[in-house]
């Protein structure tokens, strides 16, 4: 499963972005999706993540509820994660994932808060 994110960029405090994985060589409905942060100098931690196989059963961290939204479009082998009222602690490499018998990993998508 090859992961491709996109979306990232420079974006006021309070501003929204969304950004876009989309997967090729796998049979994405079977795949539960997910999104990574990794801020400078700290550990790459979990954002959300959405089931598949047609649960679509969604968990997001503390730090995104009220505030992101995770979701799938499986006719396009896609995940979003649309970021409302962004914060400067948002800032960080957005990493897109795909899991099933294996975990897949996009190549990150950098968003930078701006105050």
């Known amino acids: 499963v090859q992961l491709q994110a ?23 409905s079977r795949y ?15 954002v959300a993540v959405i089931s598949g196989l047609g649960r679509s059963t969604i968990k997001y961290a503390d730090s995104a509820k009220g505030r992101f939204t995770i979701s ?5 082998n896609t995940v979003y994660l649309q970021m409302n009222n962004l914060k400067r602690g948002d800032t960080a490499v957005y990493y897109c994932y795909a899991s099933g018998w294996n975990y897949y990993w996009g190549q990150g998508t950098l968003v930078t808060v701006s105050s």
């Open 6 to 28: 996109s979306g990232g960029g420079l974006v006021q405090a309070g501003g929204s972005l969304r950004l876009s994985c989309a997967a090729s060589g796998g049979t994405f």
């Open 32 to 46: 539960t999706m997910g999104w990574f942060r990794q801020a400078p100098g700290k550990e790459r931690e979990f």
């Open 72 to 76: 799938r479009d499986n006719a396009k």
